[in-house]
């Protein structure tokens, strides 16, 4: 599976990106799907998570982003309202598969300043 993330950019504190991820197959499929980030000098950190039994956050954007997915378009997004620049950091989108394995696509920058 590819997974192609984009949609990241400059951005001012308080103000909303939206990050998409086309997959080259099914996100029906999929067990989990996610989003995650890793800024300078930290470790990659798991953001956002949807499952068949709903959305789960990490507690530095609960409230603030929004996970969703369009099977249709086999497209996973990540709306990030009221961005802080504790945000800055490159965002990943993943998919994990049950029996199968992990799939990762390429990051996007974000990055969140005055």
């Known amino acids: 599976v590819q997974l192609q993330a984009y949609g990241g950019g400059l951005a001012q504190p308080g103000e909303s990106l939206r990050l998409s991820c086309d997959a080259s197959e099914s996100i029906d499929r999929m067990t989990a799907r996610d989003w995650y980030r890793q800024a300078p000098g930290k470790q990659r950190e798991l953001v956002a998570r949807?499952?068949?039994?709903?959305?789960n956050y990490a507690a530095a954007v609960q409230g603030r982003f929004t996970i969703s997915r369009d099977s249709g378009k086999n497209t996973l997004y990540l709306q990030m309202d009221s961005l802080k620049p504790e945000d800055t950091a490159v965002y990943y989108c993943s998919m994990y598969r049950w029996r199968v394995g992990t799939y990762w696509g390429q990051g996007t920058q974000v990055t969140v300043s005055s």
């Open positions: 949807i499952t068949r039994g709903g959305a």
